[in-house]
């Protein structure tokens, strides 16, 4: 499986959404992500994915990498800083959201890729 996350940063702070009860992953917390499709790039699946799951749009990206998980099926998981279009959003395929400062992601019980994910965005904004 080939998938995005949405990372979006804001005044230190972190989206998480945590994984429905029903289905894969149950009760994880991750950033907002979406398979790939057919023939999608990454930038049109992280941007139906936004929409979908956000209600709103995505206004820039930024590559920040990979991470390879061997969970369930198993994929890879592609991790993009973005920003959005809208100050809020309104939850679809979540059970919950919460905006968490950077340096407490880790006690949040992320989906394990995510983890990887934190580490590049730390270091992201120590190059800004």
Do not use: H
């Not at 998938?3 to 149950?26: D, M, N, T, W």
């Not at 959005?84 to 950077?102: P, Q, R």
């Amino acid at each position: 499986m080939l998938a995005v996350s949405a990372i979006v940063e804001k005044k230190g702070r972190v989206l998480l959404c945590k994984r429905p009860a029903q289905g894969a992953f149950p009760g994880w917390w991750e950033f907002p992500t979406e398979p790939l499709e057919g023939l999608d790039t990454m930038e049109d699946a992280l941007e139906r994915g936004v929409f979908d799951r956000l209600s709103t749009n995505v206004d820039c990206m930024e590559p920040l990498g990979a991470a390879d998980f061997y969970d369930g099926e198993g994929g890879r998981l592609y991790g993009f800083r973005v920003n959005l279009t809208n100050n809020f959003v309104n939850l679809c395929g979540y059970d919950a959201f919460k905006w968490v400062k950077i340096n407490d992601l880790r006690k949040k019980g992320l989906f394990r890729p995510c983890v990887i994910f934190v580490n590049m965005l730390k270091k992201y904004l120590e190059n800004l």
